[in-house]
C-alpha cells in the first residue's frame, strides 16, 4: 500500500500566499538599484525552482550566494531590461497620446507585442531559476524554443504579465512589490504544464542537468 499524501487545508494556502508576497518583497528591495533588478529575479526563480523540486525553500545563505553570483552577468541584463521597458513604454504613451500616428490600432497592436515580448522575458527568469539564478543565454535560446514548440505556454505567459501590469496600475503602490512574488510562481505553473505524454524538452533536460550552470 502506498501512504496517502496529507491534504492540504487552509493554513497551508495562507502560509503558501504569505511566503510568496514575502517573496515579492525581497525582490523588490533587492531590486532598488535597478541594475540588480535581473540578479533578484534570477534568485527568487531559483528559490521557486527549489520549491517545486524539493518541496522546502532554499536556506537564506544558498539565496544570498546565488544572488552574489548572478550579479555580473545580471547587471548587464537589468540595462538591457530597462532600457527596452523605457523605450516600449515612451511607444505607447506617444501612441497613446496622439503623438505618433496610428490611432488605436497601432496602440493595440504595439500592446500585443509589448505583452509577447513579457511573456518572452516570463520564461527566461523561469528558465534561469532552473541553473540556480545563472546561463542567461542559455535560458533565453530555451525560452525562444518554448515560444516557437508551445505557442499556448507563450501566450499564457504573456497573459500572466499582462495581468500582473493591469493589476499593478489598479492597487495601492505599497502592493505592487507584493505581486512579483505570485507572477512569479504563477510563470512557473504555466511552464510546467504540457500535455500528458508529452516528452521533456530536451533543452528542459540540458537545464536540469546543469543546475548552477553559468
Given at each position: 500500500?502506498?501512504a496517502?499524501?496529507?491534504?492540504?487545508?487552509?493554513r497551508d494556502?495562507?502560509?503558501?500566499?504569505?511566503?510568496?508576497?514575502l517573496?515579492?518583497?525581497?525582490?523588490?528591495?533587492?531590486?532598488?538599484p535597478l541594475?540588480?533588478?535581473?540578479p533578484a529575479v534570477?534568485t527568487?526563480s531559483?528559490a521557486?525552482h527549489?520549491?517545486?523540486?524539493?518541496?522546502?525553500?532554499p536556506p537564506?545563505?544558498?539565496?544570498?550566494a546565488?544572488?552574489g553570483?548572478a550579479?555580473?552577468?545580471?547587471?548587464a541584463?537589468s540595462a538591457?531590461?530597462?532600457a527596452a521597458?523605457?523605450l516600449l513604454a515612451?511607444?505607447?504613451?506617444a501612441?497613446?497620446?496622439?503623438?505618433?500616428?496610428?490611432?488605436?490600432?497601432?496602440?493595440?497592436?504595439t500592446?500585443?507585442?509589448?505583452?509577447?515580448?513579457?511573456?518572452?522575458?516570463?520564461?527566461?527568469?523561469?528558465?534561469?531559476?532552473?541553473?540556480?539564478?545563472?546561463g542567461w543565454?542559455?535560458?533565453?535560446?530555451?525560452?525562444?524554443?518554448?515560444?516557437l514548440?508551445?505557442p499556448?505556454?507563450?501566450?499564457a505567459a504573456?497573459?500572466?504579465?499582462?495581468?500582473?501590469t493591469?493589476?499593478?496600475?489598479?492597487?495601492?503602490p505599497?502592493?505592487?512589490?507584493?505581486l512579483g512574488g505570485y507572477?512569479?510562481a504563477?510563470?512557473?505553473a504555466v511552464d510546467?504544464?504540457?500535455?500528458?505524454?508529452a516528452p521533456?524538452p530536451?533543452?528542459a533536460?540540458?537545464?536540469?542537468i546543469?543546475?548552477?550552470?553559468?
Open positions: 500500500m502506498t496517502e499524501r496529507p491534504r492540504r487545508d487552509w494556502t495562507v502560509a503558501e500566499a504569505a511566503d510568496l508576497a517573496l515579492g518583497l525581497a525582490v523588490a528591495v533587492a531590486a532598488l541594475l540588480t533588478l535581473a534570477a527568487a531559483a521557486l527549489d520549491r517545486s523540486v524539493t518541496g522546502s525553500w537564506v545563505r544558498t539565496s544570498l546565488r544572488f553570483r550579479l555580473p552577468a545580471g547587471a541584463v538591457v531590461a530597462l521597458v523605457v515612451a511607444d505607447l504613451l501612441l497613446a497620446t496622439g503623438r505618433v500616428p496610428g490611432g488605436g490600432p497601432a496602440l493595440a497592436v500592446a500585443v507585442v509589448v505583452a509577447a515580448l513579457l511573456g518572452y522575458a516570463g520564461l527566461v527568469a523561469v528558465a534561469v531559476g532552473r541553473t540556480g539564478g545563472r543565454r542559455s535560458a533565453a535560446r530555451h525560452a525562444a524554443r518554448t515560444c514548440h508551445r499556448g505556454v507563450w501566450a504573456a497573459g500572466t504579465c499582462a495581468l500582473a493591469l493589476l499593478a496600475a489598479l492597487v495601492t505599497v502592493a505592487v512589490p507584493i507572477t512569479l504563477a510563470l512557473h510546467a504544464r504540457r500535455p500528458a505524454g521533456e530536451a533543452e533536460r540540458d537545464l536540469a546543469r543546475p548552477e550552470a553559468s
